[in-house]
Each structure stands twice: as structure tokens, then as C-alpha cells.
């Protein structure tokens, strides 16, 4: 028994991963597991002959719910984007889903998410999320371990403000959604694309033009893209999800993988080791060669080969998220050593704040990647000129300064803090979000 389907945007994705144009026997859609990629479609009925798929990805489709995946119960991965879906219910019967993004869509009841039993990893922004979900229920979901992983899913949510911003678009009954996606402030126009060489109706915009934008009697979104486009559609193809990510994120259990898995001294991994024990509900991440040798240019620097080896293994935590950290001690001496249960570092490849700064601390090979930054009176710094020196070093730059004034050498004033790099990050014991939440280690 063959099927066929009217959609071209459903019939060009199926066409695509089983290599040839309709009709669609029901054996092979029965038998496919994906990744199955659809964009530009207004009916997916066919998926329900999909029982073994496992990767499902919607994109910029006129739907408005997924009642047509009901009962997927080996689906593990589902992305819906870009698209006008109101109602979710139907991933309640995917009972083995572990990730799932929904982007830029209409869904206001995050109620279908809390039961799901398996779910790892999702990506939620850009959604009108009413109060009880995104006031009660998200703090609940980010905190409620899944039944099969005993751990609570790293979940990504807009912030209050962009969140605020997408439900003032759909209480003045705008299909537009505003988020932050890669960086970049967005705005999408769910559903099929309208302009010409876009993937999606999308644009680059500021929260800060948009706002007062919001405010004019006659604001429409329609009449925003309007305005922006015109007639000057692009000229070449443009895809909002296109930028390529330079870094991989993952729960504690896979961040455990990346070290077990890695070349680094076993002193190294114990460190990173603890350091993810520590934190087993937080969102880890790595990052590749591109993305070191872009700071590399941007900063004028060399990065020893250790470092680089330690952050394509493990970087940090909560990719692009401004948080801080309290250490439990420092391995060296420091006037600060008696205040680090009041301290709280940013920590990165922060570099140097202006050609000012560069001048002063790189005559003794200093690169900054730490900083009490309410005060700007402690400094965590590696030393570029001795590569295979991974110790992280202290010291207040305005001590650096009144060394230079009185003749004495700089470096005088310099304290090794921790022994290497990654014992930095083993003796975290806390860290502080950007509304002031404590994420106190677990030893």
C-alpha cells in the first residue's frame, strides 16, 4: 500500500531521506527512523505511519499543533521551530523523548513538558509561556529530576525581559516572538516564509528599538517587516539557525565522558573531575579549535597549548550566561585568601580591557581569565610567555600600577593563586546567577 500527500513541504522532506519522489509505501515510512528535516509544510498527517521515527525537526510550518506525532513513542528527539503550534499535548505519548527543542512558537502551557519521563536536554526561548508555566512550572521542571535519569533536564528558557516581550506581542494578538538566539536579538514571524531567501520570517532587532516600536497605535509586525524589507529582500539564502555553534554542551554525565575521554594528565581530569562533581545539575560545554584561534586574533595572543587542550575538553559552564563564582581556597598565598567567602569572580578568557591595560600586564606575560569585578581589586591571571607555566597567578592591578610609578618590578606583586588551571575550577564551590540565585556545590 502506497500514500501521497499534498504538502510539498512534507513531500520534499520525505522524498529527500528515502530517495525518491511520491508515492510513500507505508513499510518504508512504518520503517523510517530519521532525522527526518521538514520545513514549509501546513500538513504532517502522514507521520502518524511514522512509529519508529526517533529525530523529528519542524521548521517556519503552518501548524498549529502535533497531534499528528501522538503516540511516537520511540521518537528521542523533536524540534519545532519558527512555527505557529499552539498545542503540544501529543509529546505527552512520546514517552522516550530526551531532547526537545520548541523555538519561536505560540505554546503558552509548559504542563506537558512535567511528564515527560526521559527528558535530558531541551531549548525552550521565544515562546509566550503563561505565568503559572514559565513562573511555576519552569522553576520546577529546571529542578525535578526525570524518572529515567535521576537528574533534573538542562532546560534553556528566555530571560524575564525577552519572555515579557514575546507575551506583550501575543496579548496584542501580533504573531511575533522575540528572543536571543546565538547572541542575537531576534524577532521571528512564525509560520511559512514570506520574504524571499529567508528560511523563516526573521529579523535582527534591538529589545531596546522594539519596545518603544510596541507602543505606536498603529504597530503590527506585519507592518515592522514591512518596513525593514520592502522591497530589499536579501539577495542570497539566509537561515536564522545557519550560524554555526563553536562549542558542544552537555549534561555532567556527558562532560564526565569528554574528560575520561581526553588526553589530558590524569592530575588534570581529577581536577575537571571534581569540578563537575560538584555541579552535577548545571550545563557544561567545550569548545573547538575556531573559537580559540578567533580570541587568539581578537586578543593578539598566543594561548598556551594546555589551555587550549583543557577548554576543547571542558570550558566552562552555561554557554553565554553572565554568571559568577566563590572559591573554597586558594592553593597559594594572596592579601585576598581571607576574603573568598566574600568574593565573586567572573571567570573566562577575558583579555584585556583596553590597550592601556595591555601595555602594563603584558610585559610580564599576563593574560587575564578571572575578576572580582564589583570591585576590580583582585585579577586572576595565566602567563603567555612561559608556556608550560599553567599556574593561575593574583593580583590587584592597582598594585601593578604604583609598582611601575615607584621603578619596582611588576611582578612583584603578583601571587600564585592556583596551581593550574583546572585546579581553579575544581575549588569552585559556588556559583551566582545573573538574579542573584546561589548554586551551592554538592561535595
Known sequence: MSLETKDSGLNQALETVLEHPSPFRVDELQALKGPLKISSAADISLLCHCQNLEQLEIHASNINNLSDITGLDNLTTLRVTCSPIEDITAITTCTNLEIIEIMFTLVEDLTPLMALPSLRRGVLIGNPWNE?????LRPR????PSRRWQQPPMIEFSNKWDWELTCQLRARGQRGCFGVHEGHSVLVRPGIPSIPNLDCDFMYIDPGILRPEMHSPDFSVDG?????????VPTESESLFAVKKHYTQGNAEEAKAWVNASKLPKTTKQALLRFIKRFPTLQFYKEDTE?????EVSEQV????WLRDIRQTLAYVMYGKLVWVRFDQFDGWSPRS????QIWYSLGLRGYNNDEQRDLISQDGLFPVGEWLETGRSTLAIKLDTPKDQRVYE?????????????RPLFESVNIAFNSYAEML???VAFQLQNREVIEAIE
Open 291 to 295: 573559537l580559540l584561534n578567533s580570541v
Open 302 to 305: 598566543k594561548l598556551p597549548k
Open 338 to 341: 581571607e576574603q573568598l567567602d
Open 426 to 428: 575544581g575549588h569552585i
Open 395 to 407: 593580583y590587584t592591578e592597582e598594585d601593578i600600577w604604583d609598582n611601575q610609578y615607584d621603578g
Open 224 to 232: 515592522l517587516f514591512t518596513a525593514v524589507y520592502g522591497e530589499s
Open 141 to 144: 521542571l529546571l529542578e525535578s
Open 132 to 136: 503559572t508555566s514559565y513562573n511555576e
